[in-house]
C-alpha cells in the first residue's frame, strides 16, 4: 500500500484542479471535514471521489508525510477487501499539494445510490430485521480482525439492491486474529440507538453480536454523548456551517441565497410580544427573536439539545451571534386554534412527564413549565419558550429537578394547566405527569432515588408558589 498510486479513472491534473472542477461533481456529502463527491466520466463510468480537510498541525505534517487519513483509510479498505468483507474497492488516494491548505484525496469504487443506516432510521425505515442483517455483518468483521473505535450505524451503507457495505473506516484498525469487543468498545454503536422507544431495533442488533443490549454504562455515556454533541452547534460540524453573520443550520433549502441580514430581518418583522429580554418577531423566513450574544447562543445550544433528545420544538434556522444585538431565526410550529382536536389531557400530561425525564435524566432542566412555554404540536407538548432550559447544577441537582417539577404541577393544580388542559381534572392530570415521569425515568436507566423525598420536596415547592402568587389564575 506504500505504493498505491491512480489506478485508472482520473484524467491528467485532476486533482490540482479539483477545487475549479467541484461545481461538475455531484456532492453526496458535504461536511467540515470531508465531502464526498460523485465523478462520472465521459464514457459513462462513475467513481466516488473524498476530500478530507486538514485538523490543524498534526494533519499538516501528516500531509508533508503523504500520511493523510485518505492514505489510512486507503489501507484499511484494502486490507478489508483482501478479507473479503463488502467494502468499496480503492482505486488510489493522494495529497492535493498545488494549493494550500492541503488535502487528501482517495478515489473508491461507486456502490450506486443507497444511504446509511442512520439516515434510515431517521426516517423510520430501519426495521428489526434490517438490525439483524447489520449485526450479522459486523460479527462477520469481527471474526475477519476489525477492532472498533468510532463503529455506529453510519458506517453501514445499503444499496439499492438492499446489500449492506462497511465506509469510513479511517478509525478502525484489523487485527491478525478475530476479535470480540467489549461493549464499551461499541460505545458509538449503542449510542446510534440511544432511546427507549429504539430497544427494539437495539436488541435486535446486540442479540446478533452476543452482547447485552442495555449495559450498566448505556444511561451515563448518552448523558456525555448529548452533552458533547450539542456544543457542535456552535463551530462548523456536519448540520451547521458559519457564515457572515453568525451560524446556520446546513441545508437551508427554504431559505433564499444570499441569506437575509439581521437588519432586513428586524426591518420586515411584524412585533408580536414585547419582553424584558427581546424582542419577539414574525418575518417571512420564521419567528426571530431578539437577545444579547450571550444568551441567543444559549437558545441555539438549547435548540440543538432538545433535537438531540429527541423532543418536540421550533427547528433554529440561523443564529446571529455579531455584537451589539443578537437574534435567533427559528421555523414556526403551526398552531392549533381549535382546543377539541388537541390531545386529551392526561395523554398530555404523560407525555410532558416523559419529556422532562429525558431532560433530567440527560443533565438538563426546564426552570419555567407553564402554559405560554408549550405548544401543541401534533400528539405532544413542544418547547417553545427555551430561555428556561439549561444544564442542571453540579451542587445539588436533586434540588434544582424539585424546582423544575414543583413549578409545572404548580401550572397543573393552581393555573388548571390552562390552555392545554383545559376541562380536565387537574389532579389527575398532576398524578398522570409524575407516574409518567417516574416510568421514565426508569426506562433511561436513571431512576429517582427517593421517589418519596421528590414527592415531598415537589409538594412543598408547589405550596411555597401558591403562597407567592395567591390570585394567578392563567398561564
Known amino acids: 500500500m506504500e505504493d498505491l498510486d491512480w489506478k485508472e479513472g482520473p484524467p491528467e491534473g485532476f486533482i490540482t484542479g479539483l477545487r475549479k472542477r467541484q461545481g461538475r461533481l455531484q456532492c453526496l456529502k458535504d461536511s467540515p471535514l470531508r465531502k464526498v463527491f460523485r465523478w462520472r466520466s465521459e464514457e459513462g463510468g462513475s467513481l466516488v471521489l473524498k476530500t478530507y480537510e486538514r485538523r490543524g498541525w498534526l494533519e499538516a505534517l501528516r500531509s508533508a508525510w503523504i500520511r493523510s487519513r485518505a492514505l489510512l483509510e486507503a489501507r484499511m479498505l484494502h486490507a478489508a477487501g483482501e478479507r473479503r468483507l463488502p467494502v468499496p474497492g480503492v482505486l488510489g488516494f493522494g495529497v492535493e499539494r498545488g494549493v494550500l491548505p492541503r488535502r487528501g484525496v482517495l478515489l473508491l469504487e461507486d456502490l450506486g445510490e443507497g444511504e446509511d443506516l442512520l439516515a434510515l432510521l431517521r426516517r423510520g425505515e430501519a426495521d428489526a430485521a434490517l438490525m439483524e442483517e447489520a449485526g450479522g455483518l459486523l460479527r462477520r468483521a469481527f471474526e475477519a480482525g476489525l477492532r472498533p473505535r468510532d463503529l455506529h450505524l453510519g458506517n453501514l451503507f445499503r444499496t439499492r439492491s438492499g446489500r449492506l457495505h462497511l465506509l469510513d473506516l479511517h478509525a478502525e484498525r484489523l487485527r491478525s486474529r478475530p476479535t470480540r469487543p467489549r461493549p464499551r468498545a461499541l460505545t458509538s454503536l449503542y449510542l446510534s440507538l440511544p432511546w427507549p422507544e429504539q430497544a427494539a431495533?437495539?436488541?435486535?442488533?446486540?442479540?446478533?453480536?452476543?452482547?447485552?443490549?442495555?449495559?450498566?454504562?448505556?444511561?451515563?455515556?448518552?448523558?456525555?454523548?448529548?452533552?458533547?454533541?450539542?456544543?457542535?452547534?456552535?463551530?462548523?460540524?456536519?448540520?451547521?456551517?458559519?457564515?457572515?453573520?453568525?451560524?446556520?443550520?446546513?441545508?437551508?433549502?427554504?431559505?433564499?441565497?444570499?441569506?437575509?441580514?439581521?437588519?432586513?430581518?428586524?426591518?420586515?418583522?411584524?412585533?408580536?410580544?414585547?419582553?424584558?429580554?427581546?424582542?419577539?418577531?414574525?418575518?417571512?423566513?420564521?419567528?426571530?427573536?431578539?437577545?444579547?450574544?450571550?444568551?441567543?447562543?444559549?437558545?441555539?445550544?438549547?435548540?440543538?439539545?432538545?433535537?438531540?433528545?429527541?423532543?418536540?420544538?421550533?427547528?433554529?434556522?440561523?443564529?446571529?451571534?455579531?455584537?451589539?444585538?443578537?437574534?435567533?431565526?427559528?421555523?414556526?410550529?403551526?398552531?392549533?386554534?381549535?382546543?377539541?382536536?388537541?390531545?386529551?389531557?392526561?395523554?398530555?400530561?404523560?407525555?410532558?412527564?416523559?419529556?422532562?425525564?429525558?431532560?433530567?435524566?440527560?443533565?438538563?432542566?426546564?426552570?419555567?413549565?407553564?402554559?405560554?412555554?408549550?405548544?401543541?404540536?401534533?400528539?405532544?407538548?413542544?418547547?417553545?419558550?427555551?430561555?428556561?432550559?439549561?444544564?442542571?447544577?453540579?451542587?445539588?441537582?436533586?434540588?434544582?429537578?424539585?424546582?423544575?417539577?414543583?413549578?409545572?404541577?404548580?401550572?397543573?393544580?393552581?393555573?388548571?394547566?390552562?390552555?392545554?388542559?383545559?376541562?380536565?381534572?387537574?389532579?389527575?392530570?398532576?398524578?398522570?405527569?409524575?407516574?409518567?415521569?417516574?416510568?421514565?425515568?426508569?426506562?433511561?436507566?436513571?431512576?429517582?432515588?427517593?421517589?418519596?423525598?421528590?414527592?415531598?420536596?415537589?409538594?412543598?415547592?408547589?405550596?411555597?408558589?401558591?403562597?407567592?402568587?395567591?390570585?394567578?389564575?392563567?398561564?
Not at 254 to 264: A, F, G, K, V
Not at 340 to 357: I, V
Not at 406 to 423: E, I, K, S
Request: proline share 10%; with cysteine; glycine share 10%.
Open 201 to 475: 431495533l437495539l436488541a435486535a442488533l446486540f442479540e446478533t453480536l452476543g452482547l447485552p443490549a442495555t449495559p450498566d454504562f448505556l444511561p451515563f455515556a448518552r448523558r456525555r454523548w448529548v452533552q458533547k454533541r450539542a456544543r457542535r452547534a456552535l463551530r462548523d460540524s456536519g448540520s451547521y456551517r458559519r457564515f457572515a453573520e453568525g451560524i446556520r443550520r446546513h441545508p437551508l433549502p427554504e431559505l433564499p441565497t444570499p441569506l437575509p441580514s439581521l437588519r432586513d430581518l428586524l426591518q420586515s418583522g411584524q412585533p408580536l410580544k414585547q419582553g424584558r429580554r427581546g424582542q419577539v418577531l414574525s418575518t417571512p423566513y420564521g419567528i426571530l427573536k431578539t437577545r444579547s450574544p450571550q444568551k441567543a447562543r444559549r437558545l441555539w445550544l438549547a435548540q440543538e439539545t432538545l433535537a438531540l433528545l429527541g423532543l418536540p420544538h421550533p427547528m433554529g434556522l440561523l443564529l446571529y451571534d455579531r455584537p451589539p444585538t443578537a437574534a435567533l431565526l427559528s421555523h414556526p410550529l403551526p398552531a392549533k386554534g381549535d382546543t377539541h382536536a388537541w390531545p386529551s389531557p392526561l395523554a398530555l400530561a404523560r407525555d410532558l412527564g416523559a419529556s422532562y425525564a429525558r431532560l433530567h435524566a440527560s443533565g438538563y432542566r426546564f426552570r419555567d413549565g407553564k402554559g405560554d412555554n408549550f405548544l401543541v404540536d401534533g400528539e405532544r407538548l413542544a418547547f417553545v419558550d427555551l430561555d428556561g432550559l439549561g444544564r442542571l447544577p453540579r451542587l445539588r441537582p436533586f434540588a434544582a429537578i424539585c424546582a423544575d417539577l414543583a413549578r409545572l404541577l404548580a401550572w397543573l393544580l393552581h393555573q388548571g394547566g390552562t390552555p392545554f388542559l383545559r376541562g380536565g381534572d387537574p389532579g389527575a392530570a398532576a398524578r398522570a405527569f409524575l407516574r409518567a415521569y417516574l416510568r421514565a425515568r426508569r426506562e433511561l436507566g436513571r431512576p429517582v432515588p427517593a421517589p418519596r423525598s421528590l414527592a415531598r420536596a415537589v409538594s412543598l415547592g408547589c405550596a411555597a408558589w401558591r403562597k407567592r402568587h395567591p390570585r394567578t389564575e392563567g398561564p
